[in-house]
């Protein structure tokens, strides 16, 4: 396959592995991320590395002045970040309203005007509890609105290859990729290093714990996830 | 009829109309207006100013970031306007891909966030030919994809009241509602009055014409109009 290909790279394991997956697959992969006054906006100078890796184009697209509009803990200095499991009730205070189809609106509109054959992103199985905008029926809805929304212009075709995966069948397949795992961040509080006790940290935890894959990951509380997932088998 | 109602708000006519129309119906009209890097962004002032005598709140968010990326001649300074009627095939230039899906899901997410009532724009009958993304096929997948990318969120109800309005339709009732037709802003090319040769400008000054409502606006041209419509009924 070739052509150009858009793909929204936040800097973490599943979208750093669909650009892998992808460049091997012969596309000429564009990074495309973006700055939301997201907290862990370190995730963005993550992503610049990995498309230096890839030796690929990356875009930055800054649409703060709409974060700080959202109310969600991601985008505000108020609150704090929830720890625990993603399918936890707490974890819906980390919900953005309708980041996906603006992430994924601006994605296929650059990737329109620049004649590119795909526009993907990394949405999959274990986000669908938590954010509705990472479900297959609005990756569907989406695709039939940007379709009606572009007639008469180029349309990038629109790939969620991840939306039925877990994040440990992500795992496997980075991880037969190469992806440099050191290089890619989850968690949300975006400090110095990985807390282990948010949402996306005790999944990427659990993840690698899961496929069988070392991680390389230095976490402040490195058993945490342990005590909230199921993994041994005994949590509640 | 109560509550917020953020009104997608280009300073032009029929945004302009829409927010009036909407403010008259008892709701507390929150405009938002986008930077996208657009020549004519002198409407965004006009935006400001007509939401002043509103006495509403106004929003600006910036998008140039975007708007630099996409490949259309209002987003450019390479290539000129082009003149003429709206249905003629240059008026693709115009088009910046996916620019009403991007507007529409900043303004719901910001609605979802505020809580409010409804969410409207302005799109209408005379843009469905050249603009794919004001069709009523758009405004019904639109709704859908947000129906669902909300899911266990606030959803504001989407209201498109114009989109099988004709723009003299649109000017019968603004001017009814009191509309300072003057302080509104169409011309695409942005200079210090209106041009009245762009596409906006014909379509503006003929939909006065065909509503029969004076219009106070200074073209550059003021009688290229008459020549690309049909409104003497001579035209090609």
Not at 128 to 137: G, I, L, M, N, S
Not at 160 to 176: N, R, S, Y
Request: proline letters at 4%.
């Amino acid at each position: 396959m070739s052509g150009k290909a858009i793909v929204l790279l936040s800097g973490g394991m599943d979208s750093t592995t669909l650009a892998y997956v992808m460049a091997q697959a012969g596309y000429d992969v564009i990074g495309l991320s973006l700055r939301y006054n997201q907290r862990h906006v370190k995730e963005v100078a993550c992503a610049a590395e990995i498309m230096r890796g890839l030796q690929g184009a990356h875009h930055v697209i800054d649409l703060s002045a709409w974060g700080r509009q959202m109310k969600s803990v991601l985008t505000s200095d108020v609150g704090a970040i929830p720890e625990g499991h993603y399918a936890a009730d707490n974890m819906s205070q980390t919900v953005v309203p309708l980041r996906n189809p603006l992430f994924l609106t601006i994605a296929t509109s650059i990737g329109s005007s620049l004649g590119a054959a795909v526009v993907a992103a990394a949405v999959h199985a274990g986000d669908h509890a938590v954010y509705p905008d990472c479900r297959p029926e609005f990756t569907e809805a989406f695709t039939a609105m940007a379709e009606v929304a572009l007639d008469g212009m180029h349309k990038p075709r629109l790939r969620f290859p991840f939306v039925e995966k877990t994040k440990a069948e992500i795992v496997v397949m980075g991880h037969a990729a190469g992806v440099p795992w050191a290089e890619t961040w989850s968690c949300y509080k975006g400090g110095a290093q990985h807390c282990g006790r948010c949402g996306t940290c005790v999944e990427r935890a659990e993840a690698f714990a899961v496929a069988g894959v070392v991680d390389p990951t230095s976490y402040d509380d490195p058993t945490y996830w342990e005590t909230v997932t199921d993994f041994w088998g005994d949590a509640e």
